[in-house]
């Protein structure tokens, strides 16, 4: 019997004949692919600019990096995230602080967001969490605090909220490409985007020791760029992503779970992810019927080791201290078969653990 995993990395003929065609050509490094890629993905989610990078960390980075945040500063982030999202505001030399999520849809609470800002907040950065889009409030009270809003966008490649897809509702935002996510680049990648003409100029700079275009160092940077095999290999799954996310859509409708949409948003369903008061049980009950699924994200970021000096370490964040737990990842990507589907289906439903 065949496992069905809870990823399946695409890659064909066309993915393979870009990679090679690069490699062939021995321009492997800042050639036209990247910047192509960059073009095209801007235009694909309605940025201003985009330049691709070596990972979603380093777009959280460079992202911050542009805003000008370092040391004295604070980022609001919520408290159920993958750890980068903290991280990449840590390494800076800032401090994150972390806000609660909601009950209903997961995503960071602009409620407790509200609450979290001091005179040190410089920006907040929402995470689309599982491809489910965060709160339209959140851009209203940045711009009534006057601070930067950051996308986590590395799960909600063809998300959108109010018909603005992800990519193109913060001031910046950041996609992952690791070989998990809805569009892959056949290995590490990342993606920065803005809507602010004047970040555009330094976004490109700043992937590159903080070069302009004379090689003088402007500011202070570093080598974050993506290669050109990576870039190739992400412009052809860029042509495919709309049809992909449709396909996940579809996915999520034929399985019949409970998991709320925010109105007016588009899911990107990077996973499916169901509440259980039972979570051990129920991966138990996939695992048995050859199915992946795993617990997203089981400890609240502030609770991380990572964290054992933060101010907020010990703090209770209510809905996160109670469901992340509980969140169970089960199979919703574009490649599942229709028999693959209906055994997901059948085993979720025989359930009463959820």
């Known amino acids: ?37 960059g073009e095209e993905f801007a235009k694909w989610c309605g940025a201003v600019a985009a330049v691709p990078c070596q990972s979603g960390s380093a777009a959280l980075m460079v992202a911050l990096r542009l805003l000008g945040i370092g040391p004295g500063d604070e980022v609001i982030v919520p408290g159920m995230t993958f750890i980068a999202t903290a991280t990449s505001v840590s390494l800076v030399g800032a401090t994150p602080v972390f806000a609660d999520i909601e009950e209903e849809y997961w995503c960071i609470s602009p409620q407790d967001v509200e609450v979290k800002i001091t005179s040190k907040t410089k920006a907040v950065i929402g995470v689309h969490i599982f491809g489910q889009p965060f709160s339209s409030k959140l851009r209203e ?27 193109a509702i913060g001031d910046l935002a950041c996609f992952s490409f690791f070989p998990s996510k809805n569009m892959a680049v056949g290995g590490e990648g990342g993606m920065v985007t803005t809507t602010r ?105 502030n609770r991380h080791q990572v964290y054992s000096e933060h101010f907020q370490h010990k703090e209770n964040l209510v809905v996160c201290d109670k469901i992340a737990h509980k969140l169970v990842a089960i199979p919703i990507h574009p490649s599942l078969t229709h028999d693959e589907l209906s055994k997901i289906k059948a085993t979720l439903h025989s359930s009463s653990l959820c």
């Open 1 to 37: 019997m065949t496992r069905i995993p809870l990823a399946r990395p695409y890659w064909d003929e066309e993915c393979q004949e870009a990679a090679v065609n690069v490699l062939s050509s021995g321009r492997w490094v800042k050639g036209p692919q990247a910047q192509a890629f």
């Open 141 to 167: 009270i940045c711009d009534e605090k006057k601070i930067a809003l950051i996308e986590d966008a590395a799960q909600a490649h063809g998300a959108s909220l109010d018909g603005i897809k992800a990519g």
């Open 197 to 301: 003409k004047d970040l555009a100029d330094r976004l490109r700079r700043l992937v590159d020791h903080g070069r302009d275009d004379a090689l003088e160092s402007i500011e202070l940077g570093t080598n974050l760029r993506m290669s050109e095999v990576n870039a190739a290999i992400g412009r052809i799954q860029l042509t495919k992503i709309d049809q992909w996310t449709s396909k996940r859509r579809s996915n999520s409708k034929f399985i019949e779970h409970e998991t709320l949409t925010r109105p007016g948003s588009e899911h990107a369903w990077h996973q499916l992810c169901i509440l259980s008061d039972d979570p051990n049980l129920l991966i138990t009950k996939f695992d048995e019927a050859q199915i992946d699924a795993r617990v997203h994200y089981p400890i609240p970021c």
